[in-house]
């Protein structure tokens, strides 16, 4: 079970995004990264392709980000939060370590 999952709320804490809070959009090779709307955007220059239909100039593209350099934002403390894991009715839940409220 993964610490941080898609759609959860994020806080940047490293990076030069540092401060942003969004929403996870994926989780990318093997939970090390996630990808993060609007956190991490660069900018690709593209080539043109008339064979694919593509049409060419610069995209703004969103890359992934290390999972170090995120942590989960808690909502009811206004920070960044640390989270736990604990058994529930024989079920693993998440729970902030700051509150013991379950996350989600």
Same mark, same amino acid.
């Given at each position: 079970m993964r610490k941080i999952r898609k759609g959860d709320e994020i806080i940047v804490i490293a990076g030069k995004d540092k401060g942003k809070i969004?929403?996870?959009?994926?989780?990318?090779?093997? %939970?090390q990264k996630v990808v993060v $709307?609007?956190?991490n955007v660069v900018?690709?220059?593209?080539?043109? &392709?008339p064979m694919k239909n593509v049409? %060419? %100039?610069i995209e703004s593209i969103t890359?992934?980000?290390d999972v170090s350099n995120v942590a989960?934002? &808690? #909502?009811? #403390?206004?920070?960044? $939060?640390r989270i736990g894991?604990?058994?529930?009715? %024989?079920?693993k839940v998440r729970f902030f370590k700051s509150t013991g409220k379950l996350v989600g």
């Open positions: 969004a929403q996870v959009s994926a989780v990318v090779a093997e %939970g $709307d609007g956190v900018k690709k220059h593209v080539r043109p &392709n049409q %060419g %100039g890359k992934p980000i989960i934002y &808690n #909502t009811e #403390t206004k920070k960044a $939060d894991f604990k058994v529930e009715n %024989g079920e």
